[in-house]
């Protein structure tokens, strides 16, 4: 089956600097990557996502970058602000009618004031 | 968070005891999941359901079943618990079509002592 490891497992960044998370996948038929912010005691919650067929999206400060060939995509957070501050999960499914998404292990975002 | 709900929250139990947690929705999405939440694993897939009375497994399934019986109840049971199954249990509905990202609820703390 599909593996998603992510790194760093945790981040640590000054307020305003940039914030870049890294994932990688196993299952060269995954097609669609998807990143969700955790907060504290709530659910994940889907903040931007990818398809195969783009290599890049933006979203006012947030952008996910996607290399088919590597099989890797990234999560990069411009001009961080305190609220940024969660954990971020990314995930990769492949082309199934059920869409079961595979998690990577989590980053947990620290923005320093 | 688009009309889904579990419960309860929290729960405490002993091991060997049944314990079902509910995941409720309200908006007639047809695709259900449950995951669990535990450091350093991210979310790992228990099972999922793509109609009324329809399931299937997902990555960690042993000692677990489920039931969908309606299209807004999705049921996960723990016949005989566990400590192993201490956790936190999110379900989650595709929302957004064939390729969707996922919503999910809130969780639920189950701790097996």
């Known amino acids: 089956g599909e593996n998603v490891e992510q790194h760093p497992s945790t981040l640590s960044v000054q307020e305003g600097d940039s914030a870049v998370i890294k994932c990688t996948y196993s299952d060269s038929a995954s097609n669609y990557f998807p990143w969700y912010k955790q907060e504290l005691g709530k659910g994940p919650q889907l903040i931007i996502d990818i398809r195969s067929n783009v290599g890049e999206k933006k979203d006012q400060r947030i952008a996910v970058t996607l290399n088919k060939t590597a099989k890797h995509f990234s999560l990069h957070i411009t001009e961080t602000q305190p609220e940024d501050s969660a954990v971020y999960f990314c995930a990769a499914s492949r082309p199934t009618t059920a869409r079961q998404l595979t998690f990577g292990s989590g980053t947990q975002l620290t923005v320093l004031p | 968070d688009a009309g889904i709900t579990q419960s309860p929250r929290h729960k405490v139990t002993e091991t060997g005891t049944p314990v079902t947690l509910r995941c409720h929705q309200t908006e007639n999405h047809r695709y259900m999941y449950w995951y669990r939440q535990d450091p350093g694993h991210g979310l790992r897939l228990i099972h999922y359901s793509y109609g009324v009375k329809d399931t299937d497994k997902g990555e960690v399934s042993d000692g677990y079943s489920v039931s969908r019986s309606k299209t807004e109840d999705f049921l996960l049971t723990l016949e005989s618990a566990t400590s192993s199954q201490t956790s936190v249990y999110f379900c989650?509905?595709?929302?957004?079509?064939?390729?969707?990202?996922?919503?999910f609820g809130s969780g639920t703390r189950l701790t097996v002592v």
């Open positions: 989650a509905i595709r929302t957004q079509g064939l390729e969707g990202g996922y919503t």
